[in-house]
């Protein structure tokens, strides 16, 4: 099946830095990827979906300045948390859509977030 | 809101028996329902999917059971093992699994041995 890695798989950083999370299609073209988030024993929240050379679509209440969304490529995408806080730690995952034949989404293995 | 409703939230069930897990929905213009399942830090992986044109579909020892009239799907694990142990996620999209996924709170299945 299709492949979708994700780096790092784990993070900690101290408040206010910023830290970059790759999101790749190994083995795919992804014209669209989704970025989720999830805390503890919660279900995924779509926060953002983002098409390949065009500015990421946010859901109601993702602060866009706060997660920055780059899909420079048809295989990448990042999510970038600037001025990270202790209440950003969570667990993002992404997810890639195989505009092939199969069109379903792919997902990462996630990436867990603690700050300090 | 919630889009796709889940239940139960934990379910425990010995080895060799069924699991069940249901979910519902409200927007009738969904026509994509997949199950997840998850493994603790892990990202979700795809089950079993299933589109409302069939009541039912079946892949080794999991099956979906579909009411569309209920708006209510669910999941049956037959044989539960101890493998399967981890949270199951069902969902709900418009067009394919390819759009925006609403997902339902998640089932925690342990399975005892």
């Known amino acids: 099946g299709a492949v979708v890695s994700q780096h790092p798989s784990r993070v900690i950083c101290k408040s206010g830095t910023s830290v970059k999370i790759e999101c790749r299609s190994l083995?795919?073209?992804?014209?669209?990827m989704f970025w989720y988030r999830q805390f503890p024993k919660q279900s995924l929240m779509l926060m953002a979906t983002?098409?390949?050379?065009?500015?990421?679509?946010?859901e109601q209440g993702v602060e866009k300045d706060k997660f920055l969304i780059n899909h420079a490529s048809l295989t990448l995408s990042t999510l970038t948390v600037t001025s990270a806080h202790p209440e950003d730690s969570s667990f993002y995952i992404c997810?890639?859509?195989?505009?092939?034949?199969?069109?379903?989404?792919?997902f990462g293995p996630g990436t867990r977030l603690l700050v300090l | 809101q919630q889009q796709v409703k889940q239940s139960p939230q934990s379910l425990i069930v010995q080895k060799g028996g069924i699991s069940i897990i249901n979910c519902a929905y409200e927007n009738t213009a969904f026509d994509y329902f997949p199950w997840y399942q998850q493994f603790p830090g892990k990202g979700p992986a795809l089950l079993i999917a299933?589109?409302?044109?069939?009541s039912e579909k079946k892949e080794g020892r999991f099956t979906i059971s579909f009411n569309k009239s209920a708006k209510q799907f669910s999941l049956h694990i037959m044989d539960s093992q101890p493998g399967d142990s981890a949270t199951y996620f069902c969902a709900a999209s418009i067009g394919t699994g390819a759009n925006n996924l609403f997902f339902g709170t998640g089932t925690r299945l342990t399975v005892i041995p």
């Open positions: 299933i589109r409302p044109d069939v």
């Open positions: 997810s890639a859509r195989d505009g092939g034949a199969r069109k379903t989404q792919y």
């Open positions: 083995d795919f073209q992804a014209t669209t």
């Open positions: 983002s098409n390949e050379g065009s500015k990421a679509t946010y």
